[in-house]
DNA sequence: CATGTGGTTGACGTTAACGTCAACGTAAGG
DNA sequence: CCTTACGTTGACGTTAACGTCAACCACATG
């Protein structure tokens, strides 16, 4: 049996779990959300009757999961690197696919972080240009302001 | 006057340009993903007559589309770096503004890379992991082998 | 001239990833 | 017992980023 105190909730063996909204504030998404995950496969909380029950292990998958968000992969991508990661490491034909595909992974991992390489070069030029003509404009006006202040004199 | 020789097209000033299926092609997109990217204000072909002419310059901006749409991107993100590096560098509170934008975009960036590299390790324990399991397997094969070898003489 | 190739606009369809809302259940607290 | 907070399922709405299709235009070629 679980039992409600507030928000949270914990079990009989002490491990600390949470309800949905509790989840949801935490991590900044919605309820609606974390049921669409489960409905894709990506969460599997354990019920107290109806109730969505999260524990520390779902915590890890959703933190999984919105990484991969961030890393702009689809909710499918995000099953399909869970399906990799759970596999269980069977026969030796699956283990070579297995590695391949991780491989593969790999790939585009580190092509994307090539883009974002390039991309934070570019921005470093822009940023250097936008600062030069920043030091051009305040050099401007130093000027004007040791000119109005001499001519006071 | 451009001229139209088979795919591609020259303009009278000897600079390459292309066509709207051309420059697909060699993208790996649709025309009618160009079309939305310029509807989106990503991209301003000239015209002949109502046909796109496409030059190098547009060239330069598909490719940053494209690197944009792999770090996952929205197309109005896109617009709204373009927006910043094609700011007119003006006064000096523009200039301020846009630097701090710059700085923003950086630290999405740089967090954007932090998650890769977690993945990267990620993978790499998983796929250590499986090498593992692999050579107990193939360890396990060359016993039998080298038994059967044995009970055979 | 007919046909093919490649282009145009415009309208509508589709998919993913949620948001929104209705109708209802359930436990705690006053 | 009534209210309040929190949860449930189910259905429908929405937005972005295209795909698909129809109807049309323009040029080159046999």
């Known amino acids: 049996m679980a039992k409600q105190t507030g928000k949270h909730v914990e079990t009989d063996d002490g491990k600390?779990?949470?309800?949905?909204?509790?989840?949801?504030?935490?991590?900044g998404i919605?309820?609606?959300?974390?049921?669409?995950?489960?409905?894709?496969?990506?969460?599997?909380?354990?019920?107290?009757?109806t109730r969505r029950i999260y524990n520390e292990r779902n915590r890890?998958?959703?933190?999984?999961?919105?990484r991969g968000?961030?890393?702009?992969?689809s909710l499918s991508e995000i099953r399909e690197s869970f399906d990799l990661y759970d596999s269980s490491l069977g026969?030796?034909?699956?283990?070579?696919?297995?590695?391949?595909?991780?491989?593969?992974?790999?790939?585009?991992?580190?092509?994307?972080?090539?883009?974002i390489d390039s991309a934070l070069q570019?921005?470093?030029?822009?940023?250097?240009?936008?600062?030069?003509?920043l030091r051009e404009i305040r050099a401007t006006q130093g000027k004007q302001q040791r000119a109005a202040s001499g001519a006071r004199q």
Not at 60 to 66: D, G, Y
């Open 122 to 133: 570019d921005l470093q030029r822009v940023e250097s240009n936008a600062r030069q003509s």
């Open 91 to 115: 026969e030796q034909a699956q283990l070579e696919l297995m590695l391949s595909k991780l491989e593969q992974r790999r790939e585009t991992l580190i092509a994307q972080r090539r883009d």
């Open 60 to 66: 890890v998958r959703l933190r999984l999961i919105l």
């Open 16 to 27: 600390r779990s949470w309800g949905i909204g509790e989840l949801a504030r935490e991590f």
């Open 69 to 73: 968000k961030r890393l702009g992969w």
């Open 30 to 49: 919605t309820s609606r959300t974390l049921r669409v995950y489960e409905e894709e496969g990506l969460l599997d909380p354990q019920r107290d009757g």
